[in-house]
């Protein structure tokens, strides 16, 4: 199935979307963000979240715009679907340094949730993290299929941070995953 043919959710930041529709498809676009793709491939459901920062630190910590809060809330709606914990499999994208004004956000969120796996036993299949450009990725929750294609920055977004300039990838380039 492509993109053209799914019933495609978008996932935009401070969202997740779980679903057992063999049709779906979840898309999102992450520059520092992350979204993590979790599913069960014997229940044939899975899900997206797109998470902004990593924790918060003031106490806000069930804000939609947090990991920590998005990857219970996905977790627990895949559980309630018939997904099973020692099931889940997860693939990450995301994370980048898209301007040098923005710190390590993206180095935070990327430490943040592959802490986060670790302590919760959920085995990474794949990962596109870091780098300093944006990808825009497509999910199968049922199959847990992932395609990735990174985004070229608008003419002149590179040249405005001092001389730092983007690694140069044609604008067709993409990554298909199974």
């Not at 799914?6 to 935009?12: G, L």
């Not at 001389?163 to 199974?178: M, N, T």
Request: net charge positive.
């Amino acid at each position: 199935m492509s993109v053209e043919t799914a019933k495609v959710i978008s996932v935009i930041q401070g969202e997740f979307a779980v679903s057992a529709d063999p049709t779906a498809c979840m898309s999102t676009v992450l520059g520092s963000c992350i979204a993590a793709c979790l599913y069960d491939p014997t229940n044939k459901v899975g899900g997206m979240n797109h998470f902004l920062l990593p924790e918060a630190r003031n106490g806000d910590s069930q804000h939609v715009k947090y990991g920590a809060h998005l990857m219970e809330l996905l977790i627990n709606d895949l559980l309630k679907m018939g997904a099973q914990r020692d099931r889940l499999r997860v693939k990450l994208a995301g994370g980048g340094k898209m301007s040098q004004f923005l710190g390590s956000v993206g180095e935070k969120n990327i430490e943040f949730v592959q802490k986060y796996l670790a302590n919760e036993g959920i085995p990474i299949d794949w990962q596109s993290l870091g780098g300093r450009q944006a990808r825009r990725i497509h999910f199968y929750p049922t199959t847990g299929r992932l395609t990735e294609k990174f985004v070229q920055a608008p003419k002149g977004i590179e040249a405005s941070e001092k001389g730092a300039r983007a690694p140069r990838r044609p604008a067709s380039s993409g990554v298909e995953l199974f």
